[in-house]
T-cell receptor, first 110, second 114 residues
Framework: QQPVQSPQAVILREGEDAVINCSSS?????VHWYRQKHGEAPVFLMI?????EQKGHDKISASFNEKKQQSSLYLTASQLSYSGTYFC???????????FGEGTQLTVNP | DSGVTQTPKHLITATGQRVTLRCSPR?????VYWYQQSLDQGLQFLIQ???????AKGNILERFSAQQFPDLHSELNLSSLELGDSALYFC?????????????FGDGTRLSIL
């Protein structure tokens, strides 16, 4: 079942914050986050496995709620380099294939 | 550079033709995944191989087939091509297939059907 990402698109000014959500109607085993710049390959950001987990690096972090049905990606003090399309990929059972959301297009302007 | 190599980068062909896309995974990775991405769309999972064996199948058409060879490189064969097959085809690899395995994507092959 494909996860639902929101918003579909967001435009920020440099230094502003953004939150991207990824939701499922079922409990998930894991959530993977990727960023894809236009015409390039998706790049892995992070994986969340446990309910209540939070992780991050630099100013990009993510959380996985206790029910394991929603994950949020947090981008703080955004930089121009954060522009791109962010995809969540969800796994329903251990070792099953990833199903990706439709993506959230993030544009950071100077 | 993800370490995943895909060739060719671009392919232009006509309807009804057959093409082969090639993928070399990162050194040490045993799993290979194929995805299709149509214009401004998400990533549609096609198929996964692990150490030479098919492990999972997604929305792969019967006209498409894939295999993973003993040296772990993989090929995706697309036949009787239709206009709607025009897309970016990505290969990704991971060490294994567990839930804590990030997938590393190649730069993709852009297929254009005329």
């Amino acid at each position: 079942q494909q996860p639902v990402q929101s918003p579909q698109a967001v435009i920020l000014r440099e230094g502003e914050d953004a939150v991207i959500n990824c939701s499922s109607s079922k409990a998930l085993y894991s959530v993977h986050w990727y960023r894809q710049k236009h015409g390039e390959a998706p790049v892995f950001l992070m994986i969340l496995l446990k309910g209540g987990e939070q992780k991050g690096h630099d100013k990009i972090s993510a959380s996985f709620n206790e029910k394991k049905q929603q994950s949020s990606l947090y981008l703080t003090a955004s930089q121009l380099s954060y522009s791109g399309t962010y995809f969540c990929g969800t796994e329903e059972t251990s070792g099953s294939r990833l199903t990706f959301g439709e993506g959230t297009q993030l544009t950071v302007n100077p | 550079d993800s370490g995943v190599t895909q060739t060719p980068k671009h392919l232009i062909t006509a309807t009804g033709q057959r093409v082969t896309l090639r993928c070399s995974p990162r050194s040490g990775d045993l799993s290979v995944y194929w995805y299709q991405q149509s214009l401004d769309q998400g990533l549609q999972f096609l198929i996964q191989y692990y150490n030479g064996e098919e492990r999972a199948k997604g929305n792969i058409l019967e006209r498409f087939s894939a295999q993973q060879f003993p040296d772990l490189h993989s090929e995706l064969n697309l036949s009787s091509l239709e206009l709607g097959d025009s897309a970016l085809y990505f290969c990704a690899s991971s060490v294994s297939w567990g839930s804590n395995q990030p997938q590393h994507f190649g730069d993709g092959t852009r297929l254009s059907i005329l």
